[in-house]
């Protein structure tokens, strides 16, 4: 069983900036083999992939998201990050983060708003 702890969402006006961060319950070794990923899920719409990465750093974006947010990992403290620059008020949504691309294991959630 993998817990997963996010932090960092608010309320940011349009162009502003972010960081979430999620870190996770299991063990070093076994974060560092496995893909993370960030999603979100807007009011009435589908969970979607924003970003994700693999265990050798390759990573891939959300066509809507790519130049302005960037995820990265830290193996040592177990945590995946999302850095999001240039805000639109579209990007508003709750911010999730996965675990090996299971269906079991995501964080709690992190809502982030951007006003415009």
């Known amino acids: 069983q993998v817990q997963l702890v996010e932090s960092g969402g608010g309320l940011v006006q349009a162009g502003g900036s972010l960081r979430l961060s999620c870190a996770a319950s299991?063990?070093?070794?076994?974060?560092?083999?496995?893909?993370m990923g960030w999603y979100r899920q807007a009011l009435g719409m589908e969970r979607e992939l924003v970003a994700s990465i693999s265990s050798d750093s390759r990573t891939n974006y959300a066509d809507s998201v790519k130049g302005r947010f960037t995820i990265s990992r830290d193996n040592a403290k177990k945590t995946v990050y999302l850095q999001m620059n240039s805000l639109k008020p579209e990007d508003t949504a709750v911010y999730y983060c996965?675990?090996?691309?299971?269906?079991?294991?995501w964080g709690q959630g992190t809502q982030v708003t951007v006003s415009s």
């Open positions: 299991s063990s070093r070794t076994i974060f560092s083999i496995n893909t």
């Open positions: 996965n675990f090996g691309n299971s269906r079991d294991y």
